[in-house]
């Protein structure tokens, strides 16, 4: 595993595996790495011939200082945490390295950034949609692996992948949980001991919607009622949004139809906000 930090050098040692034939897996990551990550570096380093995981911490994502400040960052500890795994390179960059001093270029997705996260986080996605476009033209990887657990995220790649005609394919896979139902999560470190039991009440939540439409109720209302419901049963949580849309364009859905319908919410924990999905209607 080589810890490449360099743009230059990343972007030298993905065209001369690309000549070779080798098939390139990018696993994009903030670092603090945990179970969720690794799900998606397992699942690259069965498809594909080299595995690459950045760790960036990319500021223009973050639109509360505060936030960017105190996300976690320990290279030799990611670094630990991913030596069983056979992973070929690590690309973890300076800040200004990728954007350097006269950064002014922004990719913008429009309309379905702007909903749920986007509306709570403006200029969220417009970071991420940045760096995702940098990374993909610094490696140029064959496959690109994200986690379900940003399923708006995953939405706005894949528009970004579409429109721009990136020639990366997206990998989508499930949302690793930790025994509680509690989605992993970087920011779960950042709560309280109390907080982090409580927050499994969004799992519970999201199961108990999942058990009503697999019941067979159809209205959006009925279910984003009961995931309301079972949330204010832990006074600790304030919910930021729960919302029942369509899984791609992200608009909102009254009743279930054919297509999967995204049940996403928000969740603050003191000064923690989390979020969390369940895909209802989706074919195994
Ligand atoms: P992050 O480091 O938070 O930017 O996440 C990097 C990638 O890991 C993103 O594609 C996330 O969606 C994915 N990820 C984060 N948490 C989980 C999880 N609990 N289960 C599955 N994927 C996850």
Request: charged share 30%; hydrophobic share 40%.
């Given at each position: 595993?080589?810890?490449?930090?360099?743009?230059?050098k990343?972007?030298?040692v993905?065209?001369?595996?690309?000549?070779?034939?080798?098939?390139?897996?990018?696993?994009p990551?903030?670092?603090?790495?945990?179970?969720?990550?690794?799900?998606?570096?397992?699942?690259?380093?069965?498809?594909?011939?080299?595995?690459?995981?950045?760790?960036?911490?990319?500021?223009?994502?973050?639109n509360?200082?505060?936030?960017?400040?105190?996300?976690?960052?320990?290279?030799?500890?990611?670094?630990?945490?991913?030596?069983?795994?056979?992973?070929?390179?690590i690309?973890?960059?300076?800040?200004?390295?990728?954007?350097?001093?006269?950064?002014?270029?922004?990719?913008?997705?429009?309309?379905i950034?702007?909903?749920?996260?986007?509306?709570?986080?403006?200029?969220?996605?417009?970071?991420?949609?940045?760096?995702?476009?940098?990374?993909?033209n610094?490696?140029?990887?064959?496959?690109?692996?994200?986690g379900?657990?940003?399923?708006?995220?995953?939405?706005?790649?894949?528009?970004?992948?579409?429109?721009?005609?990136?020639d990366?394919?997206i990998?989508?896979?499930?949302?690793?949980?930790?025994?509680?139902?509690?989605a992993?999560?970087?920011?779960?470190?950042?709560?309280?001991a109390?907080?982090?039991?409580?927050?499994?009440?969004?799992?519970?939540?999201?199961?108990?919607?999942?058990?009503m439409?697999?019941?067979g109720e159809?209205?959006?209302?009925?279910i984003?009622?009961?995931?309301?419901?079972?949330?204010?049963?832990?006074?600790?949580?304030?919910?930021?949004?729960?919302?029942?849309?369509?899984?791609?364009s992200?608009?909102?859905?009254?009743?279930?139809?054919?297509?999967?319908?995204?049940?996403?919410?928000?969740?603050?924990?003191?000064?923690?906000?989390?979020?969390?999905?369940?895909?209802?209607?989706?074919?195994?």
């Open positions: 595993m080589e810890i490449i930090t360099r743009q230059q990343m972007a030298s993905a065209k001369k595996l690309r000549r070779e034939n080798r098939v390139l897996g990018f696993v990551t903030m670092g603090a790495l945990h179970e969720g990550h690794l799900s998606l570096i397992q699942k690259a380093r069965q498809m594909t011939d080299e595995v690459i995981v950045s760790i960036f911490v990319n500021p223009t994502q973050f509360e200082g505060t936030d960017f400040e105190a996300y976690p960052r320990d290279l030799t500890a990611d670094a630990e945490i991913l030596s069983p795994f056979d992973v070929d390179y690309y973890a960059p300076d800040s200004s390295e990728v954007y350097g001093d006269e950064y002014s270029t922004f990719v913008t997705v429009d309309d950034a702007d909903k749920l996260e986007g509306s709570s986080r403006p200029g969220h996605f417009r970071g991420v949609a940045t760096i995702v476009t940098i990374l993909f610094t490696i140029r990887p064959d496959f690109a692996f994200f379900q657990k940003d399923a708006q995220q995953v939405a706005v790649i894949r528009r970004l992948v579409r429109d721009l005609r990136f990366t394919e990998i989508v896979l499930p949302i690793v949980r930790e025994d509680s139902g509690l992993r999560s970087s920011r779960n470190e950042r709560l309280s109390a907080d982090r039991k409580s927050a499994a009440v969004i799992f519970r939540a999201l199961s108990a919607a999942n058990e439409a697999m019941d159809r209205s959006a209302g009925n984003t009622d009961k995931v309301r419901e079972v949330i204010e049963t832990e006074p600790s949580g304030s919910i930021d949004y729960i919302a029942l849309v369509n899984k791609e992200l608009d909102p859905i009254e009743k279930i139809g054919k297509e999967p319908a995204l049940l996403a919410v928000a969740v603050r924990f003191g000064d923690i906000r989390l979020i969390d999905n369940i895909v209802l209607n989706e074919e195994e």
